[in-house]
């Protein structure tokens, strides 16, 4: 058998296989050898920022492996010292130095494989003392306020620390510290510290908070405070803080006019007869608009407007009978309604009053007979009666109690209403009303008759305002060591006075203290309470 012998070709392509077999296995074991990091380039060092710190840069090598931290290390001379620092990324900060010593830094790249050459030394830096603020963020702040920034410096620079603003649009600050708002929005404050030849500049320190819009409280008034219907009455909005912008009125939830202007946080509006304020309890409000620096608000004030009094005036003239109804002032407007017509005490009919004020009847026989015209009233204005040559009734009220009206205005016993009239020209209808006795709890209570006489002459009279409180006092002592204090509560006439009279006697060293309180409401009634205690003396 011939055996062929393989050629030098061959036997180097087999080589080669093995060699790019070979190689791929290193590569794909290529972590597990990598190569170490080339030496970085050193940069500036600067001492800071905190005492006995420096701060040193470098750059690391764009070329070879990559490193996955960084060790600077302290000289002093040639002479390496144990203080170093560890960094992933330029720069790092050597902490620990003495402080006036001067040092030089050099820096060494690490991987997984170890660590690189050193870097060249730096420049020569001495380690300083150091200074932190500490800036105490004032929150959020509403517009229009000045709040005072507050900041302290743990350095011994003596450098005043001085506060500027990063956002001057919507916040600014003073050369003398203090902090002005321009607008709503994010206001950024910074605080810096100016360092000495010995002591370095303080780290910026920022603070940020919101600048929101202004509270307004909004106060309401008129005058005058109460009215009738047609009375002018104004109205005024007073805003605090003053704010710009636009107020708009309303009454009972419904806008009145346009939106004014404000004059120094200040608008009013005015009702006048030809715009008037309907009769009863009216809310008027004052709605500020707001804007972007001042929050919206409101404030309000109940307006009570009473029907406004009338007079009628009656008028004959032949079988024709004409009453003319005026509003009294200070009310204005035009009255609508009807008018009746009496004609010697008995009613002939009736007219409805005209734009003019003016109701006409017809009637015959009506000669020299008295007339009387009652106008019946509206939603606006009172009723009000008129006469034709009769003379009214004569009325004479008599207010009587077992105990006086106080001072105050109010009884503590029943009141009765009596009454005492003359017929004048005509006898009195039903005669002279029955005495009425008021016995209820309450204010402001009234009694209120119309008498008339058979020719149509009519006389209403009115007491108003009887206030009875027949109810006593509560009353509470209190006792706090040896001092007592009275209390006395009325939820109707309300508390005149509370008093505690005392009386002491003193024996065996032993102080007896006797007390009598004695709660007094405006309406007279009274509530006693009696005690005692002592004490060692």
């Not at 062929?4 to 080589?15: H, N, V």
Request: positive net charge; proline residues 6%.
């Amino acid at each position: 058998m011939r055996v062929r012998r393989a050629s030098t070709r061959q036997i180097g392509g087999l080589l080669a296989a093995s060699a790019v077999i070979a190689t791929a296995m290193v590569v794909g074991a290529a972590p597990a050898f990598a190569a170490v990091p080339n030496a970085p380039t050193i940069g500036t060092a600067n001492a800071g920022p905190g005492t006995g710190q420096v701060i040193v840069a470098f750059t690391p090598a764009t070329t070879g492996s990559a490193a996955t931290s960084f060790t600077a290390t302290a000289y002093i001379g040639t002479t390496a010292t144990t203080l170093t620092a560890t960094c992933t990324t330029s720069p790092c900060i050597v902490s620990g130095l003495t402080v006036g010593q001067a040092y030089k830094f050099a820096v060494v790249a690490t991987n997984g494989s170890g660590n690189s050459a050193s870097s060249a030394k730096s420049n020569s830096v001495t380690a300083e003392l150091g200074q932190n603020i500490t800036f105490v963020n004032p929150g959020n702040q509403a517009f229009g306020t000045s709040p005072a920034l507050t900041a302290t410096s743990d350095g011994t620079s003596g450098q005043p620390i001085v506060f500027s603003s990063s956002t001057p649009a919507v916040c600014t600050v003073t050369t003398g510290g203090q902090l002005t708002f321009v607008t709503t929005g994010t206001c950024i404050i910074n605080a810096d510290q100016a360092g000495t030849a010995t002591v370095l500049p303080a780290p910026r320190v920022t603070q940020t908070f919101t600048v929101t819009p202004a509270t307004t409280a909004i106060t309401v008034t008129s005058s005058p405070a109460t009215s009738v219907v047609g009375q002018p009455v104004t109205f005024t909005a007073t805003l605090s803080p003053v704010p710009p912008g636009q107020l708009q009125w309303a009454v009972n939830g419904v806008n009145v006019g346009s939106s004014v202007t404000l004059t120094s946080g200040v608008a009013t509006y005015t009702f006048t007869p030809t715009t008037p304020l309907p009769a009863g309890s009216q809310i008027v409000a004052a709605n500020y608009l707001g804007d972007a620096n001042h929050a919206a608000a409101s404030g309000q004030v109940t307006q009570t407007v009473a029907k406004a009094a009338t007079t009628t005036a009656v008028q004959v003239t032949g079988d024709t009978l004409s009453a003319s109804v005026a509003v009294v002032a200070p009310g204005a407007g035009t009255p609508t309604g009807t008018v009746s017509f009496v004609v010697s005490g008995v009613t002939v009919g009736s007219a409805p009053l005209g734009s003019n004020g003016l109701a006409t009847f017809t009637s015959t026989g009506v000669g020299n007979h008295g007339v009387t015209a009652t106008y019946s009233g509206d939603s606006s204005f009172l009723t009000s009666s008129g006469n034709r040559a009769p003379i009214n009734p004569t009325v004479v009220t008599h207010v009587t109690s077992n105990t006086p009206k106080t001072r105050f205005g109010w009884y503590r016993s029943p009141v009765s209403v009596s009454f005492t009239c003359t017929a004048n020209t005509a006898p009195l209808v039903s005669g002279c009303p029955a005495t009425q006795t008021l016995s209820r709890n309450a204010g402001q209570q009234s009694v209120v008759e119309t008498v008339t006489a058979t020719d149509g002459g009519s006389t209403t009279v009115s007491v108003t305002g009887i206030n009875i409180d027949r109810i006593a006092p509560r009353l509470t002592v209190r006792r706090h060591g040896i001092t007592l204090s009275c209390r006395g509560v009325d939820g109707l006439s309300g508390i005149a006075s509370c008093v505690i009279h005392r009386h002491t006697h003193t024996r065996n060293g032993v102080r007896t203290v006797r007390w009598t309180a004695v709660a007094r409401d405006r309406a007279g009634n009274v509530t006693i309470k009696r005690g005692r205690f002592g004490y060692l003396v």
